[in-house]
Nanobody, 123 residues
Framework: QVQLVESGGGLVQAGGSLRLSCARSGGTSSIYAMGWFRQSPGKYREFVTAILWSDGKTYYSDSAKGRFTISRDNAKTTVYLQMNSLKPEDTAVYYC????????????????WGQGTQVTVSS
């Protein structure tokens, strides 16, 4: 079983940047991909970005393309989400997830989740 702990959220002005971290422990051999999702009040949890564990290939939602970057460290113990040019509509709780199933865009395929970290972007 993979354990995930997010950190790095906070309050930032529009146009600013934040970097989120997701520290992973346990279950290395079972990971197909890790991803970031976000959820705003009254909305479903939505896909933001993901990285394939085998080759590092990355995928982004349309809203994240060009502004957000997912990466991981060489030891594959931490996944990062660099968020630039933040907008008020990026305000949400951001969750890190890990999946050992094919498919990355639906939150239902993820087996493990962190507790979430709040990102608030003021206008």
């Amino acid at each position: 079983q993979v354990q995930l702990v997010e950190s790095g959220g906070g309050l930032v002005q529009a146009g600013g940047s934040l970097r989120l971290s997701c520290a992973r422990s346990g279950g290395t051999s079972s990971i197909y991909a890790m991803g970031w999702f976000r959820q705003s009040p009254g909305k479903y949890r939505e896909f933001v970005t993901a990285i394939l564990w085998s080759d590092g290939k990355t995928y982004y939602s349309d809203s994240a393309k060009g502004r957000f970057t997912i990466s991981r460290d060489n030891a594959k113990t931490t996944v990062y989400l660099q968020m630039n040019s933040l907008k008020p509509e990026d305000t949400a709780v951001y969750y890190c997830g890990a999946t050992n199933h094919f498919g990355i865009y639906a939150d239902s395929v993820y087996d493990s989740w962190g507790q979430g970290t709040q990102v608030t972007v003021s206008s």
